[in-house]
């Protein structure tokens, strides 16, 4: 297993080159590690509204992050146990601008140690392709590769993503976006978390600090007898952030 993680790290790197980072996001979640079991489905249904934010286009034609709604339906698939397959489709909008789009669909693969809810220290790598819709991105295709670190701590989890994206046009402008996410388990049906998002920039060259995105949530996880949800109110630290963004993902066993 650790064979493979390091083989798919290796193959994404080698044709690397970074994602700018755009006005708005249909995915808010910082990731656990954990997988769907072999031979079931899951579906996470992603959406987040932006209340106040950002309001000049990334590039010309682009959608605004300010008023406006962001999702997908997140379909998976445990292939292994210790490989989830993923697809991300419909992925759509609506903003002042544009109105209703669709923004495109994604691919994802995710390799994690396995059960690692039950160990307390656990890792894996998540990595995305992404086919993108004009407004959505100005670049058709891009990626994200996204290492993951944990511990669970009972009750307390710290887990890392050092996330890099690309846009297929150069080793030395991969993007460094990490999230991370800091959270206390009341028990085994409520936790409290704080998250933080951000985007430095190119690694060749970094933001200013004030052109940085950096945005923190407050997040609270309920699992219920149907699904699970997670929902949040995120915080722009930055004059470069959305100053309000509410997330809401819902998430259910399929079979």
């Given at each position: 297993?650790?064979?493979?993680?390091?083989?798919?790290?290796?193959?994404?790197?080698?044709?690397?080159?970074?994602?700018?980072?755009?006005?708005?996001?249909?995915?808010?979640?910082?990731?656990?590690?954990?997988?769907?079991?072999?031979?079931?489905?899951?579906?996470?249904?992603?959406?987040?509204?932006?209340?106040?934010?950002?309001?000049?286009?990334?590039?010309?034609?682009?959608?605004?992050?300010?008023?406006?709604?962001?999702?997908?339906?997140?379909?998976?698939?445990?292939?292994?146990?210790?490989?989830?397959?993923?697809?991300?489709?419909?992925?759509?909008?609506?903003?002042?601008?544009?109105?209703?789009?669709?923004?495109?669909?994604?691919?994802?693969?995710?390799?994690?140690?396995?059960?690692?809810?039950?160990?307390?220290?656990?890792?894996?790598?998540?990595?995305?392709?992404?086919?993108?819709?004009?407004?959505?991105?100005?670049?058709?295709?891009?990626?994200?590769?996204?290492?993951?670190?944990?511990?669970?701590?009972?009750?307390?989890?710290?887990?890392?993503?050092?996330?890099?994206?690309?846009?297929?046009?150069?080793?030395?402008?991969?993007?460094?976006?990490?999230?991370?996410?800091?959270?206390?388990?009341?028990?085994?049906?409520?936790?409290?978390?704080?998250?933080?998002?951000?985007?430095?920039?190119?690694?060749?060259?970094?933001?200013?600090?004030?052109?940085?995105?950096?945005?923190?949530?407050?997040?609270?996880d309920h699992t219920m007898?149907?699904?699970?949800?997670?929902?949040?109110?995120?915080?722009?630290?930055?004059?470069?952030?959305?100053?309000?963004t509410i997330k809401l993902?819902?998430?259910?066993?399929?079979?």
């Amino acid at each position: 297993m650790h064979k493979w993680i390091l083989a798919a790290a290796a193959a994404v790197c080698l044709f690397a080159n970074p994602r700018l980072a755009s006005a708005q996001t249909d995915e808010i979640q910082v990731y656990d590690a954990d997988l769907t079991p072999p031979g079931k489905f899951n579906l996470t249904w992603h959406n987040n509204y932006t209340p106040d934010g950002i309001a000049t286009p990334a590039f010309v034609g682009a959608n605004v992050a300010d008023k406006s709604l962001n999702g997908v339906t997140e379909w998976a698939w445990g292939v292994t146990e210790w490989f989830e397959a993923g697809l991300y489709l419909p992925l759509y909008s609506h903003d002042k601008n544009l109105g209703g789009t669709y923004n495109g669909f994604k691919l994802r693969a995710l390799f994690a140690v396995p059960h690692a809810a039950e160990r307390k220290f656990f890792y894996g790598a998540n990595f995305e392709f992404s086919i993108n819709q004009h407004h959505w991105d100005d670049n058709r295709f891009s990626s994200e590769v996204r290492p993951i670190i944990g511990w669970h701590l009972k009750p307390w989890d710290f887990i890392i993503n050092p996330i890099v994206d690309t846009e297929y046009d150069g080793f030395k402008n991969l993007t460094f976006a990490p999230a991370s996410r800091i959270a206390y388990n009341f028990n085994e049906k409520w936790a409290l978390a704080a998250e933080e998002y951000g985007d430095f920039g190119q690694f060749h060259d970094l933001s200013s600090a004030s052109n940085q995105s950096h945005q923190l949530y407050a997040v609270v996880d309920h699992t219920m007898k149907a699904f699970e949800f997670e929902a949040g109110i995120g915080f722009g630290l930055t004059p470069s952030s959305d100053k309000v963004t509410i997330k809401l993902l819902i998430i259910k066993d399929l079979n």
